[in-house]
């Protein structure tokens, strides 16, 4: 399966407690972004990566949350000093360069803290 | 603030009836997704239009730019399209963030 892959799919921590994700994009894809999902909502933009820049953090990623995309290709989101506020679904997407693209969405980390 | 609205939040039907989901937008766009979301999380991408129709299979989408509005219709429907569905706007002047309506659960029994 050649599709967005994120690992790890489940996550139950303790607040207080260091967590990463890691996302796999779709090979040919240089575009890559991440999203919290809270129940009952949809997706809000965290952040996006074109190759290895990251050009955009929403406010909504706070100082404890960090991206990485080192060579362009995986990307890894750490929350540290995790809050019973950050449980959601993380996810993650990929696309190609141009104008009118369609984003393929991973199948989510869910988080837990507890 | 630019915003997506959908409706209705919540949509049952009995197997065989035609479905229809509303998404509104304040601005204007480049282009609307439409996205499925199964319990679990996975999200799949339906449609991505910018003017008229779409259709694949039983699904057909529509989107009216002068009235910031696009429909989802379902013909047919079936318990597998059980499912949440995400219209989401890429809004004009933006080459990638996408903003997300909350979604329409839809529920379809047999």
């Known amino acids: 399966d050649t599709g967005v892959s994120q690992d790890p799919r489940h996550k139950i921590t303790k607040r207080g407690q260091n967590v990463t994700f890691r996302c796999d994009p779709i090979?040919?894809?240089?575009?890559l972004y991440w999203y919290r999902q809270t129940l009952g909502q949809g997706p809000e933009f965290l952040t996006y990566?074109?190759?290895?820049?990251?050009?955009?953090k929403s406010r909504l990623l706070s100082d404890r949350f960090s991206a990485e995309r080192p060579k362009g290709s995986f990307s890894t989101l750490e929350i540290q000093r995790t809050e019973q506020g950050d449980s959601a679904m993380y996810l993650c997407a990929s696309s190609s360069a141009g104008g009118r693209e369609t984003q393929y969405f991973g199948p989510g980390t869910r988080l837990l803290v507890l | 603030k630019n915003e997506v609205e959908q409706s209705p939040q919540n949509l049952t039907a009995q197997e065989g009836e035609f479905i229809t989901i509303n998404c509104s937008y304040s601005v204007g766009i480049s282009a609307l997704h439409w996205l499925q979301q199964h319990p679990g999380g996975g999200i799949v991408s339906l449609f991505m239009l910018s003017s008229g129709k779409k259709k694949h299979g039983r699904l057909i989408a529509t989107i009216n730019i002068q009235e910031k509005h696009s429909s989802l219709h379902i013909t047919a429907s079936h318990p597998r399209d059980s499912a949440v569905y995400i219209c989401?706007?890429?809004?004009?002047?933006?080459?990638?963030?996408?903003?997300f309506g909350k979604g329409t659960l839809l529920t379809v029994n047999p």
């Open positions: 090979s040919e894809h240089n575009r």
């Open positions: 990566f074109q190759n290895e820049a990251q050009l955009e």
């Open positions: 989401a706007v890429r809004w004009r002047g933006s080459n990638y963030k996408l903003t």
